[in-house]
T-cell receptor
Framework: AQSVTQPDIHITVSEGASLELRCNYS??????LFWYVQSPGQGLQLLLK??????LVQGIKGFEAEFKRSQSSFNLRKPSVHWSDAAEYFCAVGANNNDMRFGAGTRLTVKP | NAGVMQNPRHLVRRRGQEARLRCSPM?????VYWYRQLPEEGLKFMVYLQKENIIDESGMPKERFSAEFPKEGPSILRIQQVVRGDSAAYFC?????????????FGPGTRLTVL
C-alpha cells in the first residue's frame, strides 16, 4: 500500500522568505500526488495535484510542487511566503482505487 | 453552490454514549469519504460510500463504527458506546466521480470530544 512521509513537523519562516515543504512517498507504480492546506478549524483545501506529464505543477495561492521519481519526492515550494500562508500542510498519495493516504502534516508558522 | 456541509461542528459525548456525525455532499456529488484526524496526525481514511452502498470500509474499526449514505439525506457516521480514544476530528469529503484522480472536496469537520 502507498504511504507518505512529511519529515518536518513544524517549520517557521519569515514573511517574504522562500518556502519548501518536503514530502516523500512510497508506492510501486506512478502515484497520484496531492498537496492540501488546512487552516485552523477548517477542512482541507486542495493546493495542487500531480497525475502525469510535466513534473513541475502549479497550484493556487502561488504554490508549486515538483515530482521527482528518482527521489520519490513531491516537495511543495513558494518563492515568497505571506502571513496568510500560516497553516497546516498535508501531502497525500492516491493509488488506483479510492484510497488516499495522508502524511502527518507540516505546520507552517510565518514570522512578521 | 454550497460546499460540503458537516454537522455538528463540535460534539461532546460521555463515554458509552452514541455519536452521530452528518455529512451533506456538494450538489451533484454521489461519492462520500470519511476520514479521522487524531491530534498531531494526518487524516486516516475510514470509509468510502456511494448512494446506498458501502464501497470500501477498510479503514473503519470493526466494532462500534458504522456508516451509511441513504438515497435521501446526508451520510451518517455513527459511533456507538464512544470511548476517550474516539476523540478526534472527523472529516467528510465528496467527489463527483469515483477514483482518487477526481478531486475530493472536504467539509469543515466535526470535532468529537469524549469525556
Amino acid at each position: 500500500a502507498q504511504s507518505v512521509t512529511q519529515p518536518d513537523i513544524h517549520i517557521t519562516v519569515s514573511e517574504g522568505a522562500s518556502l519548501e515543504l518536503r514530502c516523500n512517498y512510497s508506492y510501486g507504480a506512478t502515484p497520484y500526488l496531492f498537496w492540501y492546506v488546512q487552516s485552523p478549524g477548517q477542512g482541507l483545501q486542495l493546493l495542487l495535484k500531480y497525475f502525469s506529464g510535466d513534473t513541475l505543477v502549479q497550484g493556487i495561492k502561488g504554490f508549486e510542487a515538483e515530482f521527482k521519481r528518482s527521489q520519490s519526492s513531491f516537495n511543495l515550494r513558494k518563492p515568497s511566503v505571506h502571513w496568510s500562508d500560516a497553516a497546516e500542510y498535508f501531502c497525500a498519495v492516491g493509488a488506483n482505487n479510492n484510497d488516499m493516504r495522508f502524511g502527518a502534516g507540516t505546520r507552517l508558522t510565518v514570522k512578521p | 453552490n454550497a460546499g460540503v456541509m458537516q454537522n455538528p461542528r463540535h460534539l461532546v459525548r460521555r463515554r458509552g454514549q452514541e455519536a452521530r456525525l452528518r455529512c451533506s455532499p456538494m450538489k451533484g456529488h454521489s461519492h462520500v469519504y470519511w476520514y479521522r484526524q487524531l491530534p498531531e496526525e494526518g487524516l486516516k481514511f475510514m470509509v468510502y460510500l456511494q448512494k446506498e452502498n458501502i464501497i470500501d470500509e477498510s479503514g473503519m474499526p470493526k466494532e462500534r463504527f458504522s456508516a451509511e449514505f441513504p438515497k435521501e439525506g446526508p451520510s451518517i457516521l455513527r459511533i456507538q458506546q464512544v470511548v476517550r480514544g474516539d476523540s478526534a476530528a472527523y472529516f467528510c469529503a465528496s467527489s463527483k466521480l469515483a477514483g482518487v484522480y477526481n478531486e475530493q472536496f472536504f467539509g469543515p469537520g466535526t470535532r468529537l470530544t469524549v469525556l
